[in-house]
């Protein structure tokens, strides 16, 4: 058998480190994956690659190389015996390992199931009317949320000496089995079916939670809601939701607030909008009028000679920003001209006599408007 090169194969120097020749083969295996890489040949130097990391990436395996060289008949070293993918001693267990050189590290990471975790988020939605939208205000809620047992401490078992090591795994929660795959056999490390990961077994469950550990429980939380929220505006309250696992942290509780209206005013943003009915005399005349704000009432100054439609700003009478900040928005007045729909005889007279005072006027502006179309 001719002597192969590992350190070639892998780009690396003789005297590299076992952190070099490890960057260097998932950088390489990356590029080379069959699942990744269709190009020909691909597959074959994929093969390459491991059978060089499974000498170098083992202590024992890599001086008994660097003395004999891939010759050596008794080392082990290629071909469809020797080869055994990513279960060599360099720390890489199985398919787990080629997700956790193409994902860094997120197969890895996952292992132990007994690290601490944050508990699972969850979203309310709170229904709040207007003026508790536009004003801000505190709500009480209760929320149904996983807890951890009382009674047992979260390890489900009906006491201490109820939790034991697991037979399969020793406590490790993790266990290598031989497999056959397209790229010989190899050793691939999976979760233990014993105990689930935990290492650990119970053998009498606690009574209260089932086994499970945690248990379902309401509790009350109080939400100081800021002034401006709007329909669809979600609120995070952090570690607020379930409790954690593992002694991690709760999870957060996100509140999606659904305000109601009101009959008159609008929103528009953090600007109010809100219309406001004239009569003929104020809008010809001019006038001072006591207008409603979401803070009370304002006085608004009719200019005379006001058409329907007439916006006026109020500026700074909208609503502030729930973000925080000092600006507030403004309420924009729209004037609205309303004809009456019935009179009395005096003020039927009264129109009239306007009617033969403006005559000219209504002939000269009715011409102006017909002049827009004709040629």
Request: charged share 25%; with cysteine.
């Amino acid at each position: 058998m001719p002597n192969k090169d590992y350190y070639a194969t892998l780009g690396v120097d003789k005297n590299a480190s076992a952190d070099e020749i490890k960057r260097a083969y998932r950088k390489l295996a990356k590029q080379y994956h069959p699942d990744v890489n269709k190009e020909p040949g691909a597959e074959a130097k994929f093969k390459e690659i491991n059978e060089a990391y499974d000498v170098l990436g083992d202590e024992q395996k890599k001086a008994r190389y660097d003395q004999f060289g891939s010759a050596d008949p008794n080392a082990g070293f290629g071909g469809a015996e020797g080869f055994s993918g990513f279960g060599g001693a360099g720390g890489f267990g199985g398919f787990d390992d080629i997700l956790n050189a193409f994902f860094g590290g997120g197969a890895r990471s996952s292992r132990n199931s007994n690290q601490p975790r944050q508990g699972d988020d969850v979203e309310k939605a709170l229904n709040i009317t207007f003026d508790e939208a536009v004003h801000g205000c505190k709500k009480r809620i209760r929320l149904a949320a996983d807890e951890e047992c009382i009674q047992c401490g979260g390890t489900g078992a009906a006491s201490k000496s109820d939790v034991k090591t697991c037979d399969k795994c020793k406590g490790q929660g993790r266990v290598f089995i031989r497999q056959q795959t397209i790229f010989g056999s190899s050793t691939v490390q999976t979760t233990c079916p014993d105990c689930g990961g935990k290492g650990k077994v119970i053998t009498k469950k606690c009574p209260y939670c089932s086994g499970t550990g945690r248990i379902r429980t309401t509790k009350d939380i109080e939400i100081n809601i800021p002034a401006g929220v709007q329909t669809g505006m979600t609120m995070r309250l952090a570690e607020k939701g379930p409790a954690g696992y593992n002694g991690g942290p709760n999870g957060d509780l996100y509140i999606k607030f659904v305000c109601g209206e009101h009959k008159e005013f609008k929103r528009d943003g953090l600007n109010i909008l809100l219309e406001v009915p004239i009569t003929f005399t104020q809008a010809a005349l001019g006038d001072e009028i006591k207008v409603p704000t979401i803070d009370g009432d304002e006085t608004l100054k009719i200019p005379a000679g006001t058409q329907t439609g007439t916006q006026i700003k109020l500026k700074g009478k909208g609503t502030k920003n729930p973000k925080g900040g000092m600006s507030k928005g403004d309420q924009i007045v729209t004037l609205k001209v309303v004809t009456p729909t019935s009179l009395s005889q005096e003020e039927r007279k009264l129109f009239e006599q306007l009617g033969n005072v403006t005559t000219e006027k209504k002939k000269s502006f009715w011409d102006k408007f017909i002049s827009n179309f004709k040629n």
